[in-house]
């Protein structure tokens, strides 16, 4: 049996998940609330101007940024820039 601690209130628990049960709830409400934020303005805002747009703590904000789901869609929105870049240079020459 694992004992984690939650990254939120800081209490022990036992079970799957970054945050405590107690926790939870709030914890997905406001990563639907981050994936929303960037799906609408990317990841060009700072940390801090999104805490005070959304809401949510820096901290809770950076392990969000953690997440491999966040990464992939990270890369993605990468890969997406470098292909309107290479299709600007074509259309350029
Ligand atoms: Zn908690």
Same mark, same amino acid.
């Given at each position: 049996?694992?004992?984690? $601690? &939650?990254?939120? &209130?800081?209490?022990?628990?036992?079970? +799957? %998940?970054?945050? &405590?049960? *107690? &926790?939870?709830? *709030?914890?997905?409400? +406001?990563?639907? @609330?981050?994936?929303?934020?960037?799906?609408? =303005? %990317?990841?060009?805002?700072?940390?801090?101007? #999104?805490?005070?747009? @959304?809401?949510?703590?820096? *901290? =809770?904000? =950076? $392990? !969000?940024?953690? !997440?491999?789901? #966040?990464?992939? !869609?990270?890369?993605? /929105?990468?890969? #997406?820039? +470098?292909? @309107? =870049?290479? #299709?600007?240079? /074509?259309?350029?020459?």
């Amino acid at each position: 049996m694992e004992i984690n $601690r &939650c990254s939120r &209130c800081g209490n022990f628990y036992v079970s +799957e %998940g970054n945050v &405590c049960p *107690k &926790c939870s709830t *709030k914890d997905n409400a +406001e990563f639907s @609330t981050f994936k929303s934020y960037i799906q609408e =303005n %990317g990841f060009e805002n700072s940390i801090n101007t #999104i805490s005070n747009d @959304t809401g949510i703590l820096v *901290k =809770n904000l =950076n $392990r !969000y940024l953690g !997440y491999q789901e #966040i990464q992939d !869609y990270q890369k993605k /929105l990468a890969s #997406i820039d +470098e292909l @309107t =870049n290479a #299709i600007e240079k /074509l259309e350029n020459t």
